[in-house]
């Protein structure tokens, strides 16, 4: 996307103001942008321009026929130069230096007046407005000029001029015939259109004529700015025109929404910032805030953050008493439920007395007697002793 910066946009820095460099009395030329220029009035003066981009071309005026030159040169290096003499052709929104195929990055534009040629009874030179290009476009004015690929044109009606001294970066399409038509989708959150001769018949953004504020015929026809929209919901959106004959479309300009602020956690995204009075009319949806004052939030509800953060601690604990139980449960589930009772001769009166097998008699219970008193005579003898 490309950005305009005009001449006297703050973010062009001129040295030794007021006495290095001026406006030109009175108001500007119509054909100039904003119809303003800056005019050198010394030697060796300077001007800069901070940008972020990949190529940036110079505009401005040459009058007077007189000798002149300026120096540019990117972050310190010299870029090339831009001189004319009295044989030169003078004229408005003419391109004063190139510079493309940069990376895309912070750069430095510096523009220096030449000191052998600068006459000055005869100044020359005037510089205009920069156009950048780059891929960072937020809170910037962006430029869309007619000669953009971004615009549709009707297929019949239309022709290109690529000379015009009336016309930002020297073109435009002008329209012969009526009912010819222009389509344009961009994004942004307000826009307007600059031509010359009579208003278009019909123009819509998103379908609504009443976002469109056409200028009136009463206006006077030096006014090349054919409209302004009304504040559109950030987003894309698409402007629909419809021309008459010997209307002239030069450019559009874009306003574009700021970044969106930081999403580190505040009072807003957690709830704590007051909420709308009873009876507050509610803004559409997606339409911008107002940002007239400061807005301001209750104070943190601190006995209520200090009572959750104790209940917080005292279900941890329970918690852990819980799992501290259950583990001593599973602990005596493990273990026998109950175990038999030590052994002792008295119990068992045979414990300690064994007999061998030889003599084929076995141990009985004083009170047992249906067990033999001897072992059958074939059973083989046996070096074991059994047990009752």
């Not at 805030?289 to 953050?305: D, E, N, V, Y």
Request: charged letters at 20%; hydrophobic letters at 30%.
């Amino acid at each position: 996307m490309n950005v305009l910066v005009d001449d006297n946009n703050p973010l062009v820095q001129y040295s030794n103001y007021s006495r290095g460099w001026r406006l030109p009395s009175g108001s500007g030329q119509p054909q100039e942008f904003n119809r303003t220029t800056h005019e050198p009035l010394s030697p060796d003066e300077s001007a800069t321009l901070a940008f972020n981009g990949t190529s940036i071309t110079v505009f401005g005026t040459v009058a007077n026929k007189g000798k002149a030159r300026m120096n540019f040169s990117i972050d310190g290096r010299p870029s090339g130069s831009f001189e004319v003499d009295e044989g030169s052709a003078q004229g408005h929104n003419m391109r004063f230096w190139n510079a493309s195929d940069l990376k895309d990055t912070l750069h430095n534009l510096s523009i220096i007046v030449d000191h052998d040629s600068l006459i000055r009874t005869s100044r020359t030179l005037f510089l205009d407005y920069f156009v950048y290009t780059t891929t960072s476009t937020a809170g910037k004015l962006v430029l869309i000029d007619d000669s953009d690929t971004a615009l549709r044109y009707s297929k019949s009606g239309w022709h290109s001029q690529n000379d015009s001294d009336s016309s930002l970066e020297r073109t435009q399409h002008f329209s012969d015939k009526g009912g010819s038509w222009v389509c344009l989708s961009f994004e942004g959150t307000q826009i307007s259109l600059f031509g010359t001769g009579p208003t278009p018949s019909f123009a819509t953004i998103d379908g609504s004529s009443s976002l469109v504020n056409l200028r009136s015929r009463d206006d006077p026809p030096s006014d090349k700015q054919f409209f302004q929209s009304s504040t559109l919901s950030p987003g894309n959106h698409t402007l629909n025109i419809t021309v008459g004959p010997q209307t002239a479309i030069d450019y559009f300009l874009v306003t574009t929404e700021s970044d969106p602020p930081s999403t580190s956690l505040s009072s807003s995204s957690i709830g704590l910032t007051d909420p709308a009075p009873t009876g507050a009319s509610k803004l559409p949806a997606g339409a911008p805030q107002a940002t007239g004052g400061l807005k301001t939030s209750k104070p943190l509800p601190i006995a209520a953050i200090v009572g959750g953060a104790v209940g917080g601690l005292a279900l941890l604990l329970l918690v852990l008493v819980a799992v501290l139980m259950w583990r001593r449960r599973a602990r005596r589930a493990d273990q026998p439920a109950f175990e038999y009772p030590a052994t002792s001769e008295s119990y068992y009166p045979w414990a300690n007395k064994r007999v061998s097998v030889t003599s084929l008699t076995t141990l009985t219970e004083e009170n047992e007697g249906q067990r033999p008193k001897n072992f059958e005579k074939e059973r083989p003898p046996s070096r074991y002793i059994y047990y009752e």
